[in-house]
């Protein structure tokens, strides 16, 4: 039974462009959660969906951040115009409901 | 908001038990997690204890919950090398049950 997916593991991006981070749940999980890291710093919630739906995006940032949990296929977190700040590591977690949530390897963002 | 804080640092020789300490504030966390991140590493799940519980043991890990005080304790007995890593303790709370990480704890063993 794979565990929870998450690709691609590290992403270099130049100012301005888009990052595409993708996350697929472990097999029989339907929620969703994405956290940030910021070098030293520990994990901070971001968003959390369900298969269609945003439930949860109190730790988003107004702008440029947006994310998806489609029917078919993994759940999206899309940067747009990416700013050296959003360097970091992003991780999803998953669960079968409100329990236990198992994360991710991470995908670590280097803006230039 | 919640929040949850850990001491930033440990050192401890091999063999001896190691005690990683987390406070947090918020009364209404249902669960309490500890989880390790090795370098370059995702988060791994190493236990967990429910709200209405004061010690949980699980091979060498033993957690001590004091709701009182909304104090949470990992002890790590007889510590290797390769327990070497940070430790976050996190809680769920809230409609959505998003944990709240503490900043961690970067344990160092030392031969």
């Known amino acids: 039974n794979a565990g929870v997916m998450q690709n691609p593991r590290h992403l270099v991006r130049r100012r301005g462009q888009e990052a595409r981070l993708r996350c697929s749940p472990m097999k029989g999980h339907s929620h969703v959660y994405w956290y940030r890291q910021l070098p030293e710093e520990g994990l901070k919630f971001m968003v959390y969906l369900q298969k269609e739906n945003i439930i949860d995006e109190s730790g988003m940032p107004k702008e440029r951040f947006s994310a998806e949990f489609p029917k078919e296929g993994p759940s999206i977190l899309r940067i747009q115009q990416v700013v050296r700040g959003d360097s970091a590591a992003y991780f999803c977690a998953t669960s079968a409901g409100t329990d236990t949530q198992y994360f991710g390897p991470g995908t670590r963002l280097t803006v230039l | 908001g919640e929040d949850v804080e850990q001491s930033l640092f440990l050192s401890v020789r091999e063999g001896d038990s190691s005690v990683i300490n987390c406070t947090y504030t918020?009364?209404?966390?249902?669960?309490l997690y500890w989880y390790k991140q090795e370098p370059g590493a995702g988060l791994q799940l190493l236990t967990y204890i429910f709200s209405n519980m004061d010690m949980k043991q699980d091979q060498r890990l033993t957690v001590l919950l004091n709701k009182k005080d909304k104090h949470l304790s990992l002890r790590i007995a007889d510590t290797q090398t390769g327990d070497s890593a940070i430790y976050f303790c996190a809680d769920a709370s809230g409609s959505a049950r998003q944990l709240t990480f503490g900043s961690g704890t970067q344990l160092t063993v030392l031969p």
């Open positions: 918020d009364s209404s966390s249902t669960y």
